[in-house]
């Protein structure tokens, strides 16, 4: 039987201490910036969609604009082919749509938890799949290791 996701302890250890540590050493985030840095890098028409901004909710989809560029990027796929969606969403959606109890699924670990425990909860089972470290330094993800290693059968997704 599916159950409910256990709480996830990353996401809990960040709201206590992101924003009142004195040194961070664990983002996943780019450096930031101030909205005045950002907007110096805009064109006109982003300025103008900037200063004429209201503070409200946009399409579920996602903006439109947004979506029309997104999908720009690719050969076959049209706006309405896209959705915008936070990272935690995307992995809840998608695990909702893929998965079914009983199905195995592989994980690159460490990773989010949401990435396994939401398959636990849905009633998969997971194995965690850990990135090699080459002799120069690099990470090296190589799927024929899952492959050969007995991570992956007919039911797995990655």
């Not at 985030?29 to 840095?37: A, L, P």
């Not at 604009?65 to 995307?90: F, M, N, T, W």
Request: glycine share 6%.
């Amino acid at each position: 039987m599916a159950r409910n996701p256990a709480p996830f302890r990353l996401e809990r250890f960040l709201a206590k201490y992101e924003f009142n540590a004195q040194y961070l050493l664990c983002s996943s985030d780019c450096e930031s910036m101030t909205m005045q840095e950002l907007l110096a890098m805009a064109d006109q028409g982003t300025l103008e969609r900037w200063h004429n901004l209201k503070l409200g909710y946009t399409e579920s989809q996602g903006l439109p604009a947004l979506r029309s560029a997104i999908a720009s990027l690719y050969d076959k796929v049209q706006p309405e082919h896209v959705v915008v969606c936070v990272p935690e969403e995307g992995v809840y959606l998608t695990m909702q749509v893929l998965l079914q109890r009983g199905d195995r699924v592989v994980c690159t670990y460490p990773g989010y938890q949401s990435l396994f425990e939401l398959a636990d909860s849905i009633g998969c089972s997971t194995s965690h799949w850990e990135p090699q470290v080459s002799p120069s330094g690099r990470l090296e993800f190589k799927l024929q290791d899952a492959l050969v290693g007995g991570l992956w059968s007919r039911h797995s997704g990655v």
